[in-house]
């Protein structure tokens, strides 16, 4: 009994007592139908303004009448990839998380487990976590239409028109979606990523085709209530979710409520969705230009709306407040500062569940360039980039404001303390650290995680996410200190893990700063945080890592102190296939015995859904001091 209510102790300081209030207050309103009644499925189609007025009237939207973009941003081998991709979208076939394909004929079952949700059930009766039915994300995937923009970019580069397929596909899901019926309207964000998708085809294909005025009535009608489902449910995601949903959600509205002015409640989303907007902007990324969600790939889903958002403004000539610049800016750095200069990667680090809603261009997922170049571009700051990488600015209509030029080498050490990122970059190197004490929810038990990348290969690596709604099992090992490159205690996590995505015990306490050691000729990092206070008071875990210049040799030192007698001492390492063929790795206890290396088998998901077997190193000791050497063979 203690324990529990010690749980919600916790809950009710980490979360504060207007998020508790309000997930009573939602789940009550849940359970009794008021959110059925609020989200209406008995509803009354409008005609607004017939397609050719609307093509005649002027566009508030980024994209131009004339060429977005140019085929040379596609090289050949890219431009088959992308008939290839065409190709499957006319066969039902989807990508997935930005990963695998697969076939799905119809906007209600899940390819992964085979369950079809019923359309006529309205979606507060839909469970979103569920053992049969499985993860709800599969489903949610083909209904952001992100294959849009793939159907877009290639008529724009073959001039072979794809409208038929685009407007095909959009009636069809009207048809089968009923209004606030089935599993496509359980998610406000699901609900914005889709519109904008519409909205971008609707502009692109504005003064290029003739859109019957039946259909085209259609799309407006359904854009119109699912944004209104979205500003009615705008509360939860900012008081509970408070992530990148409510930065989505708030950019649909603003964007729709410009773009579509002839919408009775456009003014009102129009000003409500820039407000909440530039807030969660201002609340989510920290001056150091950090984001609250600990995971580069969400912070990149928040770069490509913050660049929609001021392109927009931009357009319109509209102020944008500055505080909102200059996160933009501070992210753009800060990614920068993170990023490997050869592949334009990042860090696999943090939740990362496939996430790239507008897909516009042909790099890797994992390649930060398009959508760093993109901001650069509109904030009319300078990042070089190769020309692939530039297609996504084209759209935006950004690729003239500045001419190409180097920025120069980053900063050799960055350390950004607010948010605890330690990055020292040397020319064939990078040595990333993560060590934080939380103000806002935690996703993963994960710090002193060391990541390496030496010359674009990411020697030491974190396993990754796989899936959110999964067995504990593998939540436990991706989202746990297991999955990271730290030190574990036996195997408990440095925080104590409970339901969904829920952390207790959050680290309160961490310090870290890499410097250079003048007369050891030496980049040195010394950080400690206190955890594991489910065994107690808490345990130190202080770790030193030492980096001689300009060689690929780097000193591991871990300590443990306050740490229960009796448990074993875990150093974890996540490498790259084949490390051992190239590298070195060997430990010592406190006494200088050498610590016997272990090679057991562990897990790798490079994207989201998907995992291999991977190796995993450990040493283990029952002292409290490593010392492990890394280094070029």
């Known amino acids: 009994?203690?324990?529990?209510?010690?749980?919600?102790?916790?809950?009710?300081?980490?979360?504060?007592?207007?998020?508790?209030?309000?997930?009573?207050?939602?789940?009550?309103?849940?359970?009794?139908?008021i959110l059925e009644y609020q989200h209406p499925t008995s509803i009354t189609s409008k005609t607004y303004l017939s397609f050719e007025t609307w093509q005649?009237?002027?566009?508030?939207?980024?994209?131009?009448?004339?060429?977005?973009?140019?085929?040379?941003?596609?090289?050949?081998?890219?431009?088959?990839?992308l008939q290839e991709k065409v190709v499957k979208i006319e066969g039902n076939q989807y990508q997935f998380f930005s990963s695998f394909w697969q076939k799905v004929v119809d906007w209600h079952t899940n390819p992964q487990t085979g369950f079809h949700y019923d359309e006529q059930v309205h979606w507060t009766k839909i469970k979103d976590l569920s053992p049969e039915n499985g993860d709800i994300k599969y489903v949610w995937e083909k209904s952001r239409f992100s294959f849009l923009f793939e159907l877009i970019r290639y008529q724009e580069c073959t001039g072979i028109d794809q409208s038929s397929l685009v407007f095909s596909r959009i009636e069809n899901w009207i048809d089968h979606n009923p209004v606030n019926q089935g599993p496509n309207w359980r998610c406000s964000q699901e609900i914005s990523i889709r519109v904008l998708a519409w909205l971008f085809a609707l502009e692109y294909y504005r003064k290029m085709v003739d859109l019957d005025n039946i259909l085209f009535q259609k799309i407006?009608?359904?854009?119109?209530?699912?944004?209104?489902?979205?500003?009615?449910h705008?509360?939860?995601?900012?008081?509970?979710?408070?992530?990148?949903?409510?930065?989505?959600?708030?950019?649909?509205?603003?964007?729709?409520?410009?773009?579509?002015?002839?919408?009775?409640?456009?003014?009102?989303?129009k000003l409500k969705g820039k407000a909440i907007f530039e807030d969660e902007i201002i609340f989510q990324i920290d001056s150091e230009g950090t984001y609250l969600q600990h995971s580069m790939n969400y912070h990149r889903v928040v770069v490509q709306l913050l660049a929609w958002f001021i392109r927009i403004g931009q357009v319109n000539r509209e102020c944008i407040r500055k505080e909102v610049v200059q996160r933009a800016s501070a992210s753009l750095q800060f990614l920068k500062s993170c990023q490997d200069p050869v592949t334009g990667w990042l860090p696999n680090y943090g939740n990362n569940d496939g996430a790239l809603f507008f897909p516009l261009s042909s790099s890797h997922f994992r390649d930060f360039r398009p959508q760093l170049y993109a901001l650069s571009q509109v904030l009319g700051q300078p990042y070089e980039t190769p020309l692939i990488c530039r297609e996504e600015a084209f759209w935006l209509g950004v690729d003239k404001i500045l001419t190409l030029r180097k920025s120069g080498l980053p900063p050799v050490i960055n350390n950004f303390k607010n948010d605890g990122y330690f990055v020292l970059k040397e020319e064939a190197s990078i040595s990333f650290l993560r060590n934080t004490h939380y103000k806002n929810r935690p996703f993963q038990a994960d710090n002193l995680h060391l990541d390496i990348w030496v010359e674009g290969l990411n020697i030491i690596r974190d396993a990754g996410t796989y899936q959110y709604n999964t067995d504990e099992k593998w939540i436990k090992y991706f989202a746990g200190t297991e999955g990271h490159n730290t030190v574990q205690l036996d195997n408990y996590d440095q925080m104590l893990k409970g339901p969904r995505f829920i952390w207790f015990d959050w680290i309160r306490e961490s310090k870290g700063k890499w410097y250079y050691d003048e007369p050891e000729k030496s980049f040195v990092f010394d950080g400690y945080f206190i955890g594991?206070?489910?065994?107690?008071?808490?345990?130190?875990?202080?770790?030193?890592?030492?980096?001689?210049?300009?060689?690929?040799?780097?000193?591991?030192?871990?300590?443990?102190?306050?740490?229960?007698?009796?448990?074993?001492?875990?150093?974890?390492?996540?490498?790259?296939?084949?490390?051992?063929?190239?590298?070195?790795?060997?430990s010592y206890d406190e006494f200088q015995n050498k610590i016997n290396l272990d090679r057991k088998d562990g897990w790798y998901s490079e994207l989201y859904g998907k995992m291999e077997e991977a190796d995993q190193f450990i040493f283990s000791t029952f002292g409290r001091y490593f010392r492990t050497i890394i280094s070029k063979i």
């Open 1 to 33: 009994m203690w324990n529990r209510g010690r749980k919600w102790l916790q809950i009710l300081r980490n979360m504060g007592l207007r998020y508790v209030l309000y997930r009573l207050w939602y789940t009550f309103k849940l359970k009794v139908g």
């Open 56 to 81: 005649t009237t002027p566009s508030h939207f980024f994209l131009k009448s004339d060429s977005a973009t140019s085929p040379e941003l596609l090289e050949e081998a890219a431009l088959k990839i």
């Open 220 to 232: 407006l009608n359904s854009i119109y209530h699912q944004m209104t489902h979205v500003a009615t």
């Open 234 to 269: 705008l509360s939860f995601s900012r008081n509970v979710v408070r992530n990148n949903h409510i930065i989505t959600e708030a950019l649909a509205l603003y964007i729709v409520g410009t773009v579509f002015p002839f919408f009775d409640k456009s003014v009102r989303w």
């Open 532 to 586: 594991y206070k489910q065994l107690g008071q808490g345990v130190k875990h202080r770790r030193r890592v030492t980096k001689k210049e300009s060689e690929l040799h780097w000193v591991v030192e871990d300590w443990l102190e306050g740490a229960p007698d009796g448990l074993e001492l875990k150093q974890l390492w996540h490498t790259c296939p084949d490390f051992l063929a190239q590298y070195s790795i060997v």
